[in-house]
């Protein structure tokens, strides 16, 4: 990427995120998270990049010296940057990013162009959720085995309203893993699915047809769980969310 002019070697251009632009944050710093944030996940900034002094990045984003301070620091705890003496801020590769960090998962699936992000949240689904799936065989109450197959048959009634099915699905999911007892699990898929569900390149555009092929993968979970088949259970939510992925998963941008 070209330097501006009068830039020192190695450091970082910093742009504007659209998203800030078009609308100031309530809190400055953010201004100044989100535009460097965007340039890091994009790759507009370069690892071991060094970000422009505290006065250049106040001048340019109109904060003070000690907004850009803040901002430094979430981006430091978010994984993005390193504060280095006598350096300044020194970007750091993708290894490194707190990807369970909501706003860096957020630009994280904005620019994943190859879909490898998204594929990888799938396969973080499949690990966690089978095995919630299966623990739901085994730990299950009347009462939750009751409410999943409550929830499954309002996702029969759906099949013929898409829009409406991809939210109960949703709820269908949460109940299984609830019913495991898995806290910190199912908190880790609620994260990273609720943050890749604001991509219609992961939501996509299902049909009447694809929803009712979902809810045939649905009805075997559920089935594996009322038979207390932790094993069947935990292969049917792995090909479930497998194949769900295949059928809506788009072609990665060229």
């Known amino acids: 990427m070209a330097s501006d002019p009068g ?7 910093v742009r504007l995120a659209p998203a800030a632009a078009a609308q100031r944050p309530a809190r400055l710093a953010d201004l100044v998270v989100e535009s460097i944030l965007d340039g890091v996940v994009s790759g507009a900034i370069q690892p071991n990049a060094v970000l422009p002094p505290e006065s250049a990045l106040s001048e340019q984003f109109q904060v003070s010296r000690i907004t850009v301070r803040e901002a430094v620091k979430l981006l430091e705890a978010k994984g993005l940057v390193e504060v280095r003496r006598g350096i300044g801020a020194v970007v750091k590769d993708d290894s490194n990013w707190n990807l369970l ?14 879909l490898g992000i998204l594929d990888e949240l799938v396969g973080v689904r499949v690990a966690l959720e089978s095995n919630l799936a299966g623990l739901a065989a085994t730990q299950a109450t009347d009462e939750d085995r009751a409410a999943i197959e409550a929830i499954f048959h309002r996702l029969e009634a759906d099949t013929a309203r898409p829009e409406v099915f991809i ?18 699990a199912r908190s880790i898929v609620s994260t990273v699915h609720s943050q890749a569900r604001t991509s219609m390149r992961y939501q996509g555009h299902p049909s009447v047809d694809d929803v009712r092929t979902t809810n045939g993968e649905h009805r075997i979970v559920l089935e594996r769980i009322l038979d207390r088949d932790p094993a069947g259970a935990a292969e049917a939510m792995t090909n479930h969310i497998n194949a769900a992925w295949q ?7 060229t």
């Open 247 to 253: 059928r809506r998963r788009p072609l990665p941008r």
């Open 167 to 184: 939210g109960t699905d949703v709820e269908f999911h949460d109940r299984i893993m609830a019913a495991s007892g898995n806290r910190l």
């Open 101 to 114: 960090d909501s706003a860096v998962l957020a630009a994280a699936v904005r620019n994943d162009a190859n």
């Open 7 to 13: 830039q020192a070697p190695g450091q970082a251009t």
